[in-house]
């Protein structure tokens, strides 16, 4: 899940280059990512196995200081005061190097066994150690928590579904900067030759585990709604292409010119062409177009019964006047369907006047007699 979500966001990136914000995000998600990668055990050994013992600790904790800057950045970058939010990320990143620095300088200075285990076995009775692990884990629970206190303040400010995901990432904040705060003062009792019972350090990891899953879910929870959301939209451009072919066939057998082309012969402008919203959208302003083209050679008397089935019947006998005509009139003349001010009742009226053309030419029509028009009825 936390690489869907990286792959999701630099692909956003993108999009979008110079969007700090955007990059704070998707830096803080690979940071996050490449750090699991580092703590899995074969990932220990494959680094130790180049690198020496211990250093692969170093880079796990190094990379998730990182994730924690980028993200408090990500809230920094989006501050009404973006002039003074650039002051205090560049602030923030020379605190983070300062940190970075010295964990680097402590990791070196103690032998090579004593960060190549574990949290849970380390010696923290080695003053090294000790230092590495409360120094790392004070820096994460500052900027989670600093993170947490933005993320709750913007969640009461937004609407569902933006808020639902951004209270899930508070929760998981909120689990870190307790579980940062926590394992300190174990690290802190350790350092003292202190005993911390087992099940209390694995529930400590436990928590901080949940925390990240609750974080990296509420960020991808606006992504998966809105694909969510985007499959009905999808079907529903799929069926109102398809039910638009008995018109379309109609109009771009007439005028064959009306067909959109691509916007260049690459292959990505190609690619796209082929998205069933771009071509949805294409299919009404060719309709539309051929409708118009064809207006000139449309029979308009008695059109206050224009519905479309009686439209429809003069669109055969357009067709058959236009493909037989040499020269033809040119100018347009305005079709009476009634239709109201929105693109969806434009297109619906599309789709009657494409369900009409399927009946039969011959077929009897049982809607000539529609009453007038309204007033309220514009004309397309």
Known sequence: MLFIA?????AQLARDPGNAALRSVALCLLCGGLSYTVAMPSGVAAFDTFTGHGLAKLVQNLLLMACCYFLMCFYLYSAADEVAGQRRARREGVALLAVAAVLTVDALSTSQ???AGSYSTADMTIPQTAIFFLLAGGYM???VAAAFWWTRRYARMTQRPLSTGLWLAATGLAFMAISCAIRAVFVVIRSQDGDVPKPLTASVALLLVLASVFFVVGLSYPMFRARIASVGTRRRHKRVHQQ???????????????????ASSSLRDRWRARNIHRRYHRRIVECRDGLVRLSPYVDMNDTADAVPSVIAERLRDAVRRATSSSGG???????TIP????????VEQLLRLAAALKLPASAPRTDLTTPKVKESQKTC
């Not at 638009?244 to 067909?259: K, Q, R």
């Not at 009139?329 to 079709?335: D, F, G, T």
């Open 6 to 10: 990286v792959v999701w966001k630099f």
């Open 113 to 115: 066994t004593a960060l």
């Open 141 to 143: 629970a500052y900027t």
């Open 244 to 262: 638009l072919a008995p018109l379309w066939h109609l109009l771009i057998e007439t005028y064959p010119d009306l067909v959109l082309r691509p």
């Open 329 to 335: 009139p040119v100018r347009a003349v305005s079709l």
């Open 339 to 346: 239709r109201q001010r929105d693109r969806a009742a434009d």
